[in-house]
């Protein structure tokens, strides 16, 4: 059905769809009262309801012109009084023959006395029926063009992800390729213990992270990584702050921390949102050593 959001007038197109339901009182409240916002300003529609409401009262009064009782009476006591048998045929029994050579002039035919109302009321329905049809099949119109608005939505969010997802498998495979690429398996602890991780690290390239099974965080938390690069008395170096999706997964292609061209040791820790922090006071939930020391 057309609608009137935010209390504006309705547009002439919608209105001139509603003139024969508004006349005949088939729309709601809200319809009616932008479709008469809309008659103020606009001559046009103020005159198909003239019309049309000109044919609904002649239409009611042609249904009510009725004859009158007494006629019916005489009519029906005529019909079924039975006349005596007359010997003789008397004038008014003669049947009158036309004759050669002469036409005989048709009776004439009985006029209505109403003679437009039966087809004023056939088109007043007509209007009625082709108003209903027209404001159902813009609901309809309508309705198709929200569905085909939500599948566009969806298809641009599936290609953000496609295009998201082949650019980290690019990532991955160009760190995986690099020379001086080596792995580092990490194992959950304390409160991850289910949780596993693997870290691919090139000086040259930068380094691919995974992790599964990672518990999701309460509000205000937040998972952060870390690499402590090798030597004696390195501090562990932040390199991103991350959550999981629902499942417990999440996957991130980062660069190396600027100084940093190894990692002895590759960890996870939680702390407070949204940034993180410079240095942990945390134990990881997830840690792995490298094979090359």
Not at 121 to 128: E, H, N, Q, T, Y
Not at 148 to 174: F, H, K, M, P
Not at 260 to 277: L, M
């Amino acid at each position: 059905m057309p609608r009137n959001p935010g209390g504006l007038q309705m547009g002439h197109d919608d209105a001139t769809m509603l003139v024969a339901a508004y006349v005949v009182g088939a729309i709601d409240a809200d319809e009616r009262a932008s479709f008469e916002m809309h008659l103020l300003t606009c001559v046009s529609c103020r005159d198909e309801v003239a019309v049309m409401e000109r044919v609904t009262i002649g239409f009611v009064e042609a249904d009510a012109a009725a004859p009158p009782a007494a006629l019916r009476d005489r009519i029906l006591a005529n019909a079924t009084t039975v006349r005596p048998a007359r010997a003789k045929l008397c004038a008014a029994d003669v049947v009158s023959l036309p004759l050669p050579g002469r036409r005989r002039t048709p009776p004439p035919v009985p006029v209505s006395p109403h003679p437009g109302w039966l087809a004023l009321a056939a088109l007043l329905v007509a209007s009625v029926g082709l108003a209903v049809y027209a404001v159902s099949l813009r609901s309809q119109l309508d309705q198709a063009g929200r569905t085909i608005g939500q599948y566009a939505t969806r298809v641009d969010t599936l290609r953000d992800q496609l295009a998201s997802e082949r650019l980290n498998a690019a990532r991955l495979v160009n760190v995986l390729r690099a020379p001086d690429a080596i792995k580092v398996d990490l194992s959950g602890r304390d409160a991850a213990k289910a949780a596993t991780g693997r870290a691919y690290i090139s000086a040259s390239r930068g380094m691919v992270f995974e992790a599964e099974q990672m518990p999701i965080l309460p509000a205000g938390k937040i998972y952060q990584l870390w690499i402590v690069a090798a030597g004696q008395g390195t501090l562990p170096v932040s390199a991103g702050i991350f959550n999981v999706a629902a499942n417990g997964t999440f996957s991130m292609t980062v660069p190396l921390p600027a100084g940093t061209t190894s990692a002895r040791v590759v960890a996870v820790t939680i702390e407070d949102g949204p940034n993180g922090v410079a240095q942990s006071k945390n134990s990881p939930v997830l840690l792995g050593e490298s094979p090359k020391q």
